[in-house]
């Protein structure tokens, strides 16, 4: 068996940051549109406020499930790209860092 090093997201039981990925994708949603509230975008994603606070919340162990981000990354027409070793989202212009 190699000793290689492999990259983050191959190791077995790796997790992907779905708190991080919400965090930007509703940041990126309150910024599209001047004004827009978290109390907007559960309304828009049929979940309570209480759920969008506590998967934006470090210290709560709930996060987002995989179809409140495709969601959010839909409305946004953005892409989160998956790679052994980083996640990427962006759309056609611009990158953005999480």
């Known amino acids: 068996m ?15 940051p779905r708190k991080k990925i919400f965090s930007t994708l509703r940041s990126e949603w309150i910024k599209s549109k001047l004004n827009r509230t978290s109390s907007e975008l559960a309304s828009m ?8 606070s506590a998967y934006a919340n ?8 995989w179809w409140i981000l495709m969601r959010l990354s839909h409305e946004l027409n953005l892409e989160i790209i998956l ?13 953005i860092g999480i």
């Open 58 to 65: 470090e210290s709560s162990n709930r996060e987002a499930p």
């Open 2 to 16: 190699h000793n290689t090093v492999l990259p983050s997201y191959c190791v077995k039981g790796a997790q992907l």
């Open 45 to 52: 994603l049929g979940i309570t406020p209480q759920a969008i």
């Open 83 to 95: 790679r052994p070793d980083e996640i990427i989202i962006r759309d056609i212009s611009r990158k």
